[in-house]
């Protein structure tokens, strides 16, 4: 069992708090604001192998390629030096919803691009535009290492819809695609960060 699994009880009556503060707000991101958001940003993390692994078994809304990989697989990813795996956890002033999040990018350094893996998060924290600042630290994270192109792709399935349009609005532009599979470009030097400012994002 991860810390999550173990923590379920605790997480679920911390959310039952957020629903209840959350009706004396009527506009969301005065509600956001209040909740003292913070995300640590783990790279690379073998610590965390098996929770990362358990994510890509079990989450699929909010899921874009519904990847699923074993801890072997999250290990080769973290020992390839083509390859690194960022994940998060999430905390507000209700408590830790533990590591919950997920992107493994995988770099081409004769081409100078890169490619989302994996993109995934639980959703127990959705809405909560905590997807915006992850984005905003990996493509600066893949910036970093003087990469000009970044592709991605979404993969439909039964449960990830509400992603489907995920990489549009981050800015991505359409390649090619289907009812089944959509790829998508970026150029990074395009890349509009949304700069969440009560999101305090902290590295692991």
Do not use: H, W
């Not at 290990?75 to 590591?99: H, P, Q, T, W």
């Not at 991605?152 to 819809?161: G, H, P, R, S, V």
């Amino acid at each position: 069992l991860t810390a999550e699994d173990q923590n379920k009880i605790k997480m679920y009556k911390q959310q039952v708090k957020r629903e209840s503060i959350k009706k004396e707000f009527t506009d969301i991101e005065d509600f956001l604001s209040s909740l003292e958001l913070k995300i640590t940003i783990f790279e690379n993390d073998e610590s965390i192998i098996s929770r990362m692994s358990q994510m890509t078994q079990k989450t699929n809304q909010f899921n874009l390629t519904t990847q699923r990989y074993t801890e072997a697989d999250i290990r080769n990813f973290i020992d390839n030096l083509d390859s690194n795996v960022y994940a998060f956890s999430v905390a507000d002033k209700f408590g830790d919803s533990g590591v919950t999040g997920l992107c493994i990018v995988s770099n081409n350094s004769k081409t100078e691009s890169a490619e989302i893996d994996t993109l995934l998060m639980s959703c127990r924290i959705i809405g909560r535009n905590i997807e915006s600042a992850f984005m905003d630290y990996v493509i600066g994270k893949i910036k970093e290492k003087k990469i000009g192109e970044l592709k991605a792709k979404y993969i439909k399935k039964l449960k990830n819809d509400q992603v489907k349009e995920f990489y549009d609005k981050c800015g991505f532009k359409l390649v090619d695609g289907d009812e089944s599979k959509i790829n998508y470009v970026l150029s990074l030097k395009d890349y509009k960060p949304r700069k969440i400012e009560y999101i305090e994002v902290i590295n692991g």
